[in-house]
């Protein structure tokens, strides 16, 4: 099956650092999507981006549908203690229609320090 | 309801014992998803419906797993002769459309299943 690369597996920074993690796929997806999970949680949406090339931001965060359709990326501006979590990379091969499900990377483990 | 709600939350039982995990939706939502969650891993598709249609099966690991949505709200996920292998957090997520962009999951707070 499909398989998704996202590094980096873990990250320590200080507060106020910007973050930068990326997720690279064998398979050409047409939906690439960003998910946060907070420890016993599920995860929950932070960006969805439909179209290569696209770059989309919300608050602080930043994230870009490769042109290949094989990549994306996820940035975080300034960060702040509540960004502490693990980031997931997701992508759906179908392109609407409720077809597949999503194939999700193996998280970024993002740590903050004060 | 408000969220996407499971249960049990927890659930510990003998290797060999059959174990069903259920799903409630958000209200309207018209695709459910299941996926299956290892420590230190992301969620991995297990099988999803479209209304009480069951869409997608090809994540389920074997037969001794099986989901149903009769009416297409709640959702039951089966594990019959459950193994030790078996053991990991079950997670459902629902979504508004079936057409149209999709992959805005929202997902539950998961089902622990441990097998001893």
């Known amino acids: 099956g499909q398989q998704l690369n996202q590094s980096p597996q873990s990250m320590f920074i200080q507060e106020g650092e910007d973050v930068s993690m990326n997720c690279t796929s064998s398979?050409?997806?047409?939906?690439w999507l960003w998910y946060k999970q907070d420890p016993g949680e599920g995860p929950v949406l932070l960006i969805a981006?439909?179209?290569?090339?696209e770059l989309t931001s919300n608050g602080r965060l930043t994230a870009q549908f490769g042109i290949t359709r094989k990549d994306s990326f996820l940035n975080i501006s300034a960060s702040i203690p509540s960004d502490v979590g693990i980031y997931f990379c997701?992508?759906?091969?179908?392109?609407?229609?409720?077809?597949?499900?999503?194939?999700f990377g193996k998280g970024t483990h993002l740590i903050i320090q004060p | 309801g408000a969220g996407v709600s499971q249960s049990p939350r927890y659930k510990v039982t003998k290797r060999g014992q059959d174990v069903a995990l259920r799903c409630d939706p958000i209200?309207?939502?018209?695709?459910l998803y299941w996926y299956r969650q290892a420590l230190g891993q992301g969620p991995e598709f297990l099988t999803y419906?479209?209304?009480?249609?069951?869409?997608?099966k090809s994540g389920l690991p074997n037969d001794r797993f099986s989901a149903e949505r009769p009416e297409g709200s709640i959702s039951t996920l089966t594990i019959q002769r459950t193994e030790q292998r078996d053991s990991a957090m079950y997670r459902c997520?629902?979504?508004?459309?079936?057409?149209?962009?999709?992959?805005?999951?929202?997902f539950g707070e998961g089902s622990r299943l441990t097998v001893l």
């Open positions: 997520a629902s979504s508004l459309l079936a057409g149209g962009p999709t992959g805005e999951l929202f």
């Open positions: 398979s050409i997806f047409n939906t």
């Open positions: 981006l439909y179209k290569a090339g």
């Open positions: 997701a992508g759906q091969l179908a392109s609407g229609g409720g077809a597949d499900g999503l194939t």
């Open positions: 209200s309207g939502h018209v695709s």
């Open positions: 419906f479209n209304y009480e249609a069951q869409q997608d």
